[in-house]
């Protein structure tokens, strides 16, 4: 028996500490669990990493307590987070914070305790006869609690009843009724019901798909399986019988969904396949009870699917059969704060730890993914018919150059796209409208003098939101009163310039009317079942054009839906940003897989000003494989990702001077220490030079040999002292580069 165990403290040093193990806990601590211990001169939580034999001090501290029993963090978890912190270059401890949620690791909150009442069976008939005339109301609640005739909560009672506490505790005390506390649920949909549905008939290309992923459940095998189907090909029933494949084998599947599209539809899909109570729900807006409960039950082994946005990466499964991970190219998959880790790849690695296999599905693979698949290190399976051999959308491009050419101004709506709408409103069928930007305008520009309102906080423009009639900073929250005249030179010419979904909702409410139109953004769905709401008034046809930014772009399913209008494809297209053409199609692609999914067949109106560039004809023709060989191609000969790593250093600081002079430090420093076969680039202002009142600096690098480069940075910058005022991290694999 070891007497001592070595621990990673919630401080953020990586220094790891041995302390010895009080007797009376001797056997009770385990690697993963959680204890309090000494450290100088307070008393800090920590998680056990080791148990040992010799400390590697003398006299080591004892533990002061044992906080969980059961370790809370299991083996693979625990080198998921070690590998984490050597990948994405950050301390052992941050990592753990990432993989235990703060609920389970500050251990503040238990689970809830429900008073239950019952009615002691021991009165006798005579007793109950006086006491009718003595304390009628008290013999009304006991009255109604024996027709009942089983245990009610508390509260419960109560409401039932119609009575107070009171007259329910003198009961207890009198002995009619009795109280026990019994552990309860927080479940986040414990007021829903979920109709059971049964497992479909495969087609043939879900066939093939699933025997393949069977295998690799059966042998525990994590070469990850890349499953790239056209939207609606029909790869979530594939999902589904895997995972049913996992549960009567014993095992247990964690299926990772992008944060947007963890919506009621998804969750209903698998409640209503399995046991409602077998799966538990992940994702940012449950309540931290709620939060506790649903981890619990994933690590107590009641709960055996856990579904769940980029951190339910780290969810505690026991006894891991498969792993999915839906949309795999989706970049909500990266946390865009330190640790910067990417949910994906590290599904990926978690599968090698747990031994078990990976489904990785999507319609538009990422580049790296397809990569992996082409060389062999992924399986691929690909879907290539939506089911029922249903028709893929016929897409047009509308050349908003001659728009331009016959009125004058480029409109927000073209010609073609207005009959088209106006014919569903007559056929009674329904229309998405995709625009990738909200507000009313994306800037108000003085005409007299050239004055644009920007943030002050940041480098960018105000959007105005005509509804609040304010102007709004998209980056960091900052809200202004939109202005009368220009606040420079006074004059009232000022006028908006650009436009978001705000303004293409009126503007389609001018030219029709009657139609009924609503939006769908971060604006609109600020109430907490809105999203609900507005989904469920659309799937009953009470709405007839539904305009939206990216929240409606994907995984929707609305079989009625036979016209979706792409506003702008050109949005996010010209961006500084070498992800730009590959997120355009995939954009693209996905927003028009919400066309046609019922019996009638689909059309997609695409608007763009620069209608030949590859992104817009790829995705007309539906051709991945086409865009992949240019933009793969386009890749190599430009060195960036998946051909090599970046790494980018992040700088930023409230003074200019100091944010850029700690860059060229550290420029310095790397390119004295850094060997041969990575390429460093001058320090340069981030493109969106200011945010949230910071000054940006970036330092990006490239190499073959990620994690060389990465324990070599991490090394050279934790020598390196900053200035208080100036924050430095690292950024291995950025999606973010603006
Ligand atoms: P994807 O996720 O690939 O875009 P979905 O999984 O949303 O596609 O499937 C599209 C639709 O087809 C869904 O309504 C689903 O219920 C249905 N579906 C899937 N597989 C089958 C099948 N084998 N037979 C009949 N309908 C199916
Ligand atoms: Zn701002």
């Known amino acids: 028996m070891q007497l001592y165990a070595r621990v990673v403290t919630d401080e953020p040093t990586d220094k790891e500490l041995d302390y010895s193990i009080p007797e009376s806990c001797i056997g009770k601590v385990h690697v993963g669990s959680r204890v309090k211990v000494p450290l100088r001169s307070r008393e800090i939580l920590a998680t056990v990493v080791a148990l040992v034999d010799t400390p590697s001090v003398t006299e080591p501290k004892l533990i002061s307590a044992l906080v969980s029993d059961t370790p809370i963090l299991n083996k693979s978890l ?87 506490d009171r007259t329910i505790q003198h009961l207890v005390d009198r002995g009619f009724l009795r109280v026990e506390l019994e552990t309860a649920n927080r479940d986040p949909y414990a007021n829903e019901r979920f109709v059971p549905s049964t497992a479909l008939e495969l087609n043939s290309g879900q066939k093939q798909a699933l025997e393949i992923v069977v295998q690799s459940v059966k042998a525990g095998d994590s070469r990850p399986i890349l499953l790239h189907g056209i939207t609606g090909s029909g790869k979530t029933e ?31 899909h698998f409640k209503m396949r399995f046991q409602a109570d077998l799966i538990a729900v992940l994702h940012s807006h449950l309540s931290a009870g709620e939060r506790h409960d649903e981890w619990h039950k994933l690590n107590s082994g009641r709960a055996r699917v ?24 989706e970049t ?67 050349d908003m150059r001659q728009e331009y050419l016959k009125q004058k101004h480029v409109p927000l709506i073209s010609g073609s796209l207005a009959n088209a709408i106006e014919t569903r409103l007559a056929k009674k069928e329904q229309t998405i409208l995709f625009l990738n930007r909200r507000g009313f305008a994306t800037s108000l520009i003085c005409n007299q003098c050239g004055f644009v309102c920007e943030c002050p906080n940041c480098s960018v423009a105000l959007t105005f939101h005509q509804g609040e009639n304010r102007l709004k900073c998209h980056l960091c929250g900052h809200i202004a009163l939109a202005p009368r005249k220009c606040p420079k030179c006074s004059d009232s010419s000022i006028r908006y310039a650009g436009y978001g979904t705000e303004k293409v909702e009126s503007a ?98 695409v608007q763009s000003s620069t209608p030949f560039s590859p992104s817009i004809q790829f995705a007309r023709h539906h051709n991945f494989e086409g865009f992949w060989e240019q933009e793969i191609d386009f890749r190599e000969r430009c060195d960036y990702p998946p051909f090599l ?19 060229e430090t550290i420029h310095r420093r790397l390119s004295e220490k850094l060997d041969q076969g990575v390429t460093l680039h001058p320090v340069v202002p981030a493109p969106i030079e200011r945010s949230k009142g910071y000054y940006r600096y970036q330092i990006l690098l490239r190499t073959k040999s990620i994690r060389r480069l990465s324990k070599s940075v991490r090394s050279i910058i934790e020598r390196l002292t900053f200035p208080d005022d100036v924050h430095v991290s690292v950024d291995v694999d950025p999606y973010q580069v603006l």
Request: glycine share 6%; charged share 20%.
């Open 508 to 605: 389609v409410q001018k030219i029709f009317p009657s139609a009924t139109v609503a939006r769908m953004d971060a604006d609109s769905m600020t109430r907490k079942d809105a999203y609900r709401t507005t989904l469920q008034a659309f799937r009953t046809g009470k709405i007839d054009v539904l305009v939206g930014t990216q929240m409606i772009a994907k995984g929707l399913d609305f079989p009625n839906v036979t016209l979706v209008g792409i506003i702008n494809a050109d949005v996010g297209l010209h961006m500084p940003d070498f992800r730009a053409g590959e997120r355009t199609f995939q954009l693209l692609t996905q927003v028009a897989g919400r066309a046609g999914r019922g019996d009638m067949a689909g059309e997609v109106y």
């Open 332 to 398: 909500s998959y990266k946390q865009e704060e330190a640790p910067r880790y990417h949910a994906r790849d590290l599904a990926v690695v978690r599968a090698q730890l747990d031994q078990c296999a990976i489904l990785l599905g999507s319609a538009t693979p990422s580049l790296e993914s397809y990569q992996n698949a082409k060389t062999g290190k992924y399986r691929l399976v690909q879907l290539n018919s939506r089911v029922d051999d249903r028709q893929l959308p016929l897409i047009r491009v509308i």
């Open 645 to 663: 790593h970046l790494l980018m250093v992040h700088i930023r600081s409230e003074h200019q001077r100091r944010g850029e002079f700690t860059g």
């Open 306 to 329: 856990a579904i769940g946005a980029r951190s339910a990466v780290f969810a505690p499964v026991q006894r891991l059969g498969l792993i999915v991970v839906d949309e795999e190219h």
């Open 78 to 164: 625990l080198a998921l987070a070690r590998w984490m912190a050597e990948y994405y270059c950050c301390s052992v401890e941050a990592a753990i914070r990432s993989v235990l949620p703060q609920v389970i690791r500050k251990a503040e909150l238990g689970f809830k305790q429900e008073r239950i009442v019952s009615v002691n069976n021991e009165i006798s008939e005579e007793g109950l006869q006086s006491f009718r005339a003595k304390a009628p109301r008290q013999a009304h609640v006991l009255q109604f609690a024996i027709a009942v005739a089983e245990p009610l909560q508390w509260r419960e009672l109560q409401m039932r009843a119609a009575t107070t």
């Open 238 to 268: 594939v999902y589904l019988q895997a995972i049913a494949l996992c549960l009567s084998q014993g095992l247990s599947a964690l299926v990772l969904v992008p944060e947007i599209s963890l919506t009621p539809q998804t969750v209903e």
